[in-house]
Nanobody, 118 residues
Framework: QVQLVESGGGSVQAGGSLRISCAAS????????MAWFRQAPGNEREGVAN???????TYADSVKGRFTISRDNAKNTLYLQLNSLKPEDTAMYYC????????????WGQGTQVTVSS
């Protein structure tokens, strides 16, 4: 099964950018649908973006036009480019994976913290 490790989080000012990464091991990412989720303290976890094995993407309305999900199958890595960051984007960001036939995301990383100050 696949193991996922996120990196690249940090603290930025509003309007800034970050790119967070999710490195996979144990299996190849092209076999999985991938997604980014986030959870802020006191809030439920929410889906941010997802990408299929064929590269089709969808985004939450709150990040559409600002965030970009991508995958590099050669590097077995998933990315999330975060632009025009807002304080409300502050959260722990998690990558997740599922096989195409699985209804839920079964594989999760440990998370990377993104903090946006005003």
């Amino acid at each position: 099964q696949v193991q996922l490790v996120e990196s690249g989080g940090g603290s930025v000012q509003a309007g800034g950018s970050l790119r967070i990464s999710c490195a996979a091991s144990g299996d190849t990412l092209r076999n999985y649908y991938m997604a980014w989720f986030r959870q802020a303290p006191g809030n439920e976890r929410e889906g941010v973006a997802n990408i299929t094995g064929a590269g089709s993407t969808t985004y939450a309305d709150s990040v559409k036009g600002r965030f970009t999900i991508s995958r590099d199958n050669a590097k077995n890595t998933l990315y999330l480019q975060l632009n025009s960051l807002k304080p409300e984007d502050t959260a722990m960001y998690y990558c997740a994976a599922r096989r195409w036939f699985q209804p839920t995301y079964n594989y999760w990383g440990q998370g990377t913290q993104v903090t946006v100050s005003s």
